[in-house]
């Protein structure tokens, strides 16, 4: 018999993988803007702007869910971060760096979403608590 932990086990096998992928992103990216020299101040952006990105994206996230789902926009979400992730050892330039975070926030936030909302919704009031403790 099937529980609600095999529904929810593919998003958590993608979490335990976004979790520590999204963490060495966040301490390589500064890192690097030093080997190549950036000033102070785009380094300190490009935290800011990643996490400004990240609000937009937890608002905006429900409107592209209700319109395209939950399966195609984590999809699309971790699409587009991988992509905006590589392009960064490809485009060493403050700009390019400073768009592609603030891509990378969006998108990351919008995988925290729906993953939070699919969780929810396979949940229900026998056993939430302990979806929520192993999601958490």
């Known amino acids: 018999m099937r529980t609600p932990y095999h529904a929810i086990a593919a998003i958590l096998g993608s979490v335990i993988l976004l979790i520590p992928g999204n963490s060495l992103l966040n301490t390589l990216t500064p890192l690097r803007g030093k080997l190549e020299d950036f000033p102070d101040v785009t ?11 990240m609000l937009f994206g937890s608002l905006a996230s429900p409107l592209i869910v209700k319109r395209i789902g939950y399966v195609r926009g984590y999809g699309l979400f971790a699409g587009i971060a991988g992509a905006a992730s590589a392009t960064m050892a490809y485009l060493p330039e403050p700009g390019w760096w400073l768009a592609l975070r603030a891509i990378i926030g969006f998108c990351v936030a919008g995988l925290f979403a729906i993953t939070d909302g ?16 192993v999601y958490q």
């Open 43 to 53: 380094l300190g952006l490009l935290g800011s702007i990643y996490f400004g990105a």
């Open 118 to 133: 699919w969780v929810q919704g396979k949940a229900n009031n026998t056993n939430r608590g302990r979806l929520g403790a």
